[in-house]
Nanobody
Framework: QGQFTESGGGSVQAGGSLRLSCTTSGFYYRHLCMGWFRQAPGKERELIATIDTAGGSDYVIDDLQDRFAISQDRAKDTTSLQMNKLRFEDTGIYYC???????????????????????WGLGTQVTVSS
């Protein structure tokens, strides 16, 4: 049974950076769609970034492209979300998501498939103070 664990959240001042990690086990890491959702206080969970670990293509939603980046480390079976120039509105719980069946096409395809993801982990809290 595959598992994943999110880590790397914390408290940071506006303008700072954080790097979140999602480490997997029990999956063949090179054949995954992986992504990050976030849920701001009082708002719905939103898928913000995806990566196809087979081909390496990645996607970040337009609003965050200039500040956030998703990447993979095959040696560590880990997908990371680098968040720079953090803003107060980036505060929320960040959740990892994966799909072991939809890999091998593109990160945008992964995005469409991961939107229905429901097997949530604990997430990692990000708090940005202004």
């Amino acid at each position: 049974q595959g598992q994943f664990t999110e880590s790397g959240g914390g408290s940071v001042q506006a303008g700072g950076s954080l790097r979140l990690s999602c480490t997997t086990s029990g999956f063949y890491y090179r054949h995954l769609c992986m992504g990050w959702f976030r849920q701001a206080p009082g708002k719905e969970r939103e898928l913000i970034a995806t990566i196809d670990t087979a081909g390496g293509s990645d996607y970040v939603i337009d609003d965050l492209q200039d500040r956030f980046a998703i990447s993979q480390d095959r040696a560590k079976d880990t997908t990371s979300l680098q968040m720079n120039k953090l803003r107060f509105e980036d505060t929320g719980i960040y959740y990892c998501a994966l799909d072991a069946e939809s890999w091998g096409k593109s990160a945008r395809y992964c995005y469409e498939k991961l939107r229905d993801f429901k097997s949530w982990g604990l997430g990692t809290q990000v708090t940005v103070s202004s």
